[in-house]
């Protein structure tokens, strides 16, 4: 039956792109329109929040709803320039013709959303692909199902069938949408996950954003400022409680100032969520069991500097802090929740090899007020993004 309803779908999404390019003032008016739905179901995207990850009110609208009504206000103020014909010069040979760029839509595309932010992950990249004039089709996660639900009745108070379109449903679903033939796919998961879609969008020659995960270091030099570095690293890495793709995954830090260090975090932590991070109602959880068991595995007791604790009823892990070498089990794949490894170095260029060693990160970190550390690490390091004495704040520049 969903093979039907997927087939429907995408016949009405191609209807729609042979009807022409939107204008670029339709296009401002659907967005307007988003805006505006997205305010007025604010309660709703909050509860459901709340229930798929127990998400209070202030880090859903800060990491997920007002990101994303920032991206709409960034968009409408940029499309006109973003859709515009710009001229180029002509050869001589061509005179006097005259050379253009023409901005051009993909046409269908497909967005395959996760479940750490279900809202932002789904919408944002459906602003801007509906800003460049396409049509799409969300596949929201399954595994957030209250926030799924909100999504498609966001979708389906904005815009026409065909326009944008919802997909509900789990790993049959997915794998039959990637086997159709879409003009663009973005796509935000695991690593895993990212090489079957780049495979499947191979066989259709389409183009993919793949946006990734790793295992995204957190430098923290000899010269850093301890406690604001122990500040703002403890808000990277609990935001979502942990589950996110650029959180801070580990920290290396310089070996004389290991124990300062773990002396802040420890005091951020509890500074931030208080003396019993599992009694606070605004603490998040694990998104299921499954999550929640690979986390806790990933404990090891006697290496423990702070935390440790869980509470398999409520999907809750305590902020951990642990020793850790590069052998260690929570050091061999990127980490989803709460537990934060610090390992050590002697040398700032032992750094650098063994960051290029372990593949590219998603987000890279630097602690240092040594501007020579800051430039060796930024320019010899390879990875997505990052901040120079910050964590996380990168993602909300548009």
């Known amino acids: ?25 339709e296009r401002k008016k659907i967005l ?73 839509p993909y046409g269908k595309v497909l967005i395959i959303s996760p479940w750490n932010y279900p809202f932002m992950l789904a919408i944002e990249p459906l602003v801007d692909a509906i800003s460049a004039g396409n049509c799409v089709l969300i596949k929201p996660s399954e595994i957030s199902p209250n926030t799924s639900k909100v999504i498609e009745k966001l979708i389906n108070m904005t815009f026409e069938k065909g326009y944008v379109e919802v997909v509900q449903g789990g790993v049959d679903e997915c794998t039959y949408l990637l086997d159709q033939d879409f003009d663009y796919i973005f796509f935000t998961g695991s690593t895993r996950v990212g090489k079957i879609v780049m495979q499947k969008a191979a066989e259709h020659f389409t183009p993919v954003t793949l ?29 979502n409680c942990g589950q996110t793709c650029v959180a801070p995954d580990y920290i290396y830090c310089h070996e004389t100032i290991k124990d300062k260090l773990v002396e802040e975090l420890s005091r951020q932590i509890i500074l931030q969520y208080s003396v019993s991070p599992l009694d606070n109602k605004d603490y998040p959880r694990m998104i299921n069991h499954k999550q929640f068991d690979a986390m806790s595995a990933l ?47 002697k040398d700032i260029n032992e750094v650098v090899e063994r960051v290029n060693s372990l593949g590219k990160p998603l987000a890279l970190y630097i602690f240092s007020k040594s501007k020579h550390n800051q430039q060796l690490i930024t320019n010899r390091c390879q990875f997505g993004g990052g901040c120079i004495n910050d964590t996380i704040i990168h993602i909300a520049t548009p």
């Not at 729609?16 to 670029?24: D, H, L, M, S």
């Not at 859709?83 to 002509?90: G, L």
């Not at 946006?211 to 935001?239: N, Q």
């Open 211 to 239: 946006e990734l995960g790793g295992k995204s270091p957190c430098i923290v030099d000899e010269t850093a400022d301890i406690k604001l570095s122990a500040k703002r690293i403890i808000f990277g890495k609990l935001l």
């Open 299 to 345: 404990i090891e007791q006697e290496k423990i500097l702070f935390g440790g604790k869980t509470n398999k009823d409520s999907l809750k892990i305590e902020p951990t802090i642990v020793d850790a070498d590069f052998d260690d089990e929570a050091m061999k794949n990127e980490i989803f929740g709460p537990i934060l490894p610090i390992v050590t170095f």
């Open 1 to 25: 039956m969903y093979k039907e309803e997927i087939l429907t779908k995408i016949s009405r999404m191609q209807d729609f792109v042979n009807k022409g390019v939107i204008p670029c003032n």
């Open 32 to 104: 307007r329109k988003l805006y505006q739905n997205i305010k007025l179901l604010i309660p709703e995207i909050n509860e459901a929040l709340k229930l798929d990850l127990n998400k209070s009110q202030e880090e859903a609208y800060m990491s997920e709803i007002g990101l994303v009504l920032s991206e709409i206000s960034f968009m409408l103020k940029h499309i006109s320039s973003y859709s515009r014909v710009k001229r180029v010069k002509s050869p001589i040979a061509q005179f006097p013709s005259t050379s253009y760029k023409l901005p051009s």
